[in-house]
DNA sequence: CACAGCATATGTAACGTTTCATATCGCAAG
DNA sequence: CTTGCGATATGAAACGTTACATATGCTGTG
C-alpha cells in the first residue's frame, strides 16, 4: 500500500501523457512544439503535480540561474536597500538571490566566495573588502562600490561627483562656511571620495573648508564636542554641513537642534544615499541619493551578460539631489 | 591548443590519485578510508583545485543544503536583523540562504514558493501573509510570527507577554495615565496582541488605558494632533506611553520634545523590537527586546530537524525590557 | 506513384555524483 | 599450505535532466 513517495519525473510525464521525454523536456524548455503534443504534455504534467528538478537540469546544463550576493550585512540601512533591488532585478530575470553576510571579516568573504563557488552559482554580486579576493576568473564576479582590477567589473555611485553636487548645492544656497563630516567606515572603499569632491570645489573657488572625519570610531560624541566647540554668540562658526551619509546627518541635526542652532535657518545640512527607510520612518534630511536600483540592474546586467569578452571594468552612476527639509529651498 | 575548460570531476581526482571512484567520492563524504588513499585522494584534489559539484550531489541525495527565506522586504530594520540572523543561523549549519521579497504581495508569496519550491531548497522559513499559503505539506515550512494551522510550525515572540511587561515596567515606574499607539501594518499578524497584552494588565488592574491605534495609515501626522489636543497647562493627559514599534516611539519621542515635554521625566516611552540599528545611529528609546536571534535559531532548527513526526505547532520565545533613555530608571 | 526534402517526435547517451553489490587483500586458524 | 573471514576498495547502476543523432510522417514535385 506504500504510495509511491517520489516527486514524479519527466518519465512519469512522458508516459501520462504518451509521448517521448524528449518531448516533455522541449515544451519545459519552450522549445517548439506541435500543439496538440504541447497541450497533452502540459495536461499531463498538472496531473502528476509535476516540477522540473533543477538538480537534474544543473548538472545537464551547467546553469543554476542563481547568483550570490555578498554584503556585510544586511541591517544598515544601505546595504539593506541594495539587498532588495538586487534580488528584485535577479528575481526579474529569473534568478535565485543566494544571501551571504560577513561582518566585515575578509575570512568570512573568502569563505562565502569558496561556498558560494563550489555550489555552483552563475555569479557573484559582492561588496566586499578583502584587498585580494581569490575568486575564479571563470567565474563571473561583479563587484559594488569597491575596485578591484580591470578584469572584475565594479558599479558604483559617483560618490566624487555627489560630493562635487553638495557643495555646489549648498553654494547655491547661500553657504560661505562649508563643514565637512565623515564618521570611519572599518574598511576603505569608493566612498571615501565623497569629502574628496566635496572639498574640491570649495579648493576650486580657493575658499576654506574644514573637515573632521573620525575613524573606527563608535559614537558620535566628538562631533558633538567639536560643533559646540565652534558656536561663538549663539552661531556655528560653519553653516552649510555635508554628511558622508544619512545616518550621520540626521544625528547631526539632532545635534545642531539640541545646541540651540535652527536647521536649515542657521545651518544647512546635506546627507548622502537617499535612505527611503528614515524618511519613512520620519527621519528626513536633505541629501544626494544614490540610484540604489540601477546600481543593482547594473550589476544583475552586467553579471549576466552574454558577452563577457569587453565588459567596462568600471560603471560610475549619477547620483541626484533630493531636498528633504533641511536646506533652504528656494 | 584548447585547454581542457571543464571543471575537473571525481573521475579526473580518482585518475589523479590512482584510485577508484567510489573512493574519492568517500573521502568528499567523511566516510570512513584507509589513511594512504585518503592523503592521495586529497593531494589529488588540491593539485587539480578539485570542487565537488553540488549539482550531480542534489540529484543523488535529494538535498540541496540551502533553505529558502521569504520577506516582505528587507529594508524595515525588524526584517533586516531577522535575515541577517536567519542567514547567519543557516550559515553555521552549512546552509545557504535563497532570500526572497514579496513587498507583502500575496501573489508574489506565491510565486515564491513556487519557486523556491520548484528549485528543491530543504525547506523554507517565512514572513508571510497570505491567509492560505498553497504549500507542498512533504516541503519543511517554518513560518515566523504568523501562524497557519497546526501543521506548520510558527515561532513568534511573545507579544501579548511584552504587551504586559511594557504595562508592568510602567506602573513600576509610576505611571497611571496609560496611553497605547500602534501604526497599521497592512496584514494582521501576531504583532497585533501587543497592545491586547498593554491593556490587559490596566484592566485587570481597572485603570484606563487609551488606545489610538492607526491602520493603514503613512504620516504620523495623526498622533501629533492627538497628542497636542491632549495638553492642559503644558501637562500632557498621559505619563506613560507604549509604542507598538521601537521605529514610533523614536518619532513620539521627538514629537513630545517638540511640542515641549520632556521624556522621560514628564512622559515616560516604551518601543519594541529593540532595532540594534537605531540606538547605533543614536536613536534611543526603552524598549520590549526581541529576541531576534533566537527567533532565528528556532525556526532554523525546526526547519533542519531530522524527526518531523512531531514538532511544535507554535513556539512562543519570552522577551525582555531593556532601558534606554526614555524611562526614569531607578 | 515514388521519392526527395522538410519538419517534428523519438530515444539514447551523457552530465558528476552516491550507493551498493562485488572483488580484492591480508591475516589468523586449521 | 590452505581456507575462511573481515575489512576495505572497486566499479557499475541510477538519479532526472538535456542534446543530439535518428526515425517518422508529411508535403510537394518529377
Redo the contacts between chains.
Keep these: 500500500m506504500k504510495q509511491k513517495e517520489n516527486a514524479p519525473t519527466m518519465k512519469d510525464v512522458a508516459r501520462e501523457a504518451g509521448v517521448a521525454l524528449g518531448t516533455v523536456s522541449k515544451v519545459f524548455n519552450s522549445i517548439p512544439v506541435g500543439e496538440d503534443y504541447r497541450r497533452r504534455v502540459e495536461e499531463a504534467a498538472k496531473r502528476l503535480g509535476y516540477?522540473?528538478?533543477?538538480?537534474?537540469r544543473?548538472?545537464k546544463t551547467n546553469r543554476?540561474?542563481?547568483a550570490a550576493?555578498i554584503l556585510p550585512?544586511?541591517?544598515?540601512?544601505f546595504f539593506?536597500?541594495l539587498?532588495?533591488e538586487v534580488?528584485?532585478a535577479l528575481?526579474q530575470r529569473g534568478y535565485?538571490?543566494?544571501?551571504?553576510?560577513t561582518a566585515y571579516d575578509p575570512e568570512a568573504e573568502q569563505r562565502c566566495i569558496q561556498?558560494?563557488?563550489?555550489?555552483?552559482v552563475d555569479g557573484i554580486i559582492g561588496l566586499t573588502y578583502t584587498p585580494d579576493l581569490d575568486v575564479d576568473p571563470?567565474l563571473p564576479y561583479v563587484s559594488i562600490d569597491r575596485y578591484f582590477s580591470p578584469c572584475v567589473p565594479c558599479v558604483s555611485s559617483d560618490n566624487f561627483g555627489g560630493g562635487q553636487l553638495a557643495a555646489e548645492k549648498l553654494l547655491e544656497l547661500g553657504c560661505t562656511r562649508p563643514l565637512f563630516l565623515r564618521i570611519g567606515s572599518k574598511v576603505p572603499g569608493e566612498s571615501d571620495k565623497r569629502g574628496d569632491g566635496f572639498e574640491s570645489v570649495f579648493r576650486q573657488r580657493q575658499m576654506n573648508c574644514i573637515s573632521l572625519r573620525l575613524n573606527d570610531e563608535e559614537s558620535?560624541a566628538p562631533f558633538r564636542d567639536f560643533l559646540s566647540s565652534r558656536i561663538e554668540g549663539g552661531r556655528l562658526a560653519f553653516d552649510g554641513i555635508f554628511c558622508v551619509n544619512d545616518?550621520l546627518a540626521?544625528?547631526i541635526r539632532?545635534m545642531l537642534l539640541e545646541l540651540g542652532l535652527r536647521v536649515p535657518e542657521d545651518v544647512q545640512l546635506i546627507g548622502f544615499d537617499g535612505i527611503?527607510?528614515f524618511a519613512q520612518?520620519?527621519?528626513y534630511c536633505s541629501t544626494i541619493v544614490q540610484p540604489v536600483a540601477r546600481l543593482a540592474e547594473t550589476s544583475v546586467d552586467l553579471l549576466l551578460r552574454e558577452d563577457r569578452s569587453n565588459l567596462p571594468s568600471l560603471v560610475c552612476l549619477p547620483v541626484s539631489y533630493a531636498a528633504g527639509g533641511t536646506t533652504l529651498e528656494p
Design positions: 516540477q522540473v528538478n533543477s538538480y537534474a544543473g548538472l543554476t540561474c542563481s550576493l550585512n544586511v541591517t544598515d540601512p539593506a536597500m539587498a532588495q534580488c528584485s528575481a535565485r538571490t543566494i544571501l551571504s553576510t561556498m558560494v563557488q563550489q555550489n555552483k571563470r558620535y545616518a540626521i544625528q539632532a527611503r527607510r520612518d520620519g527621519f
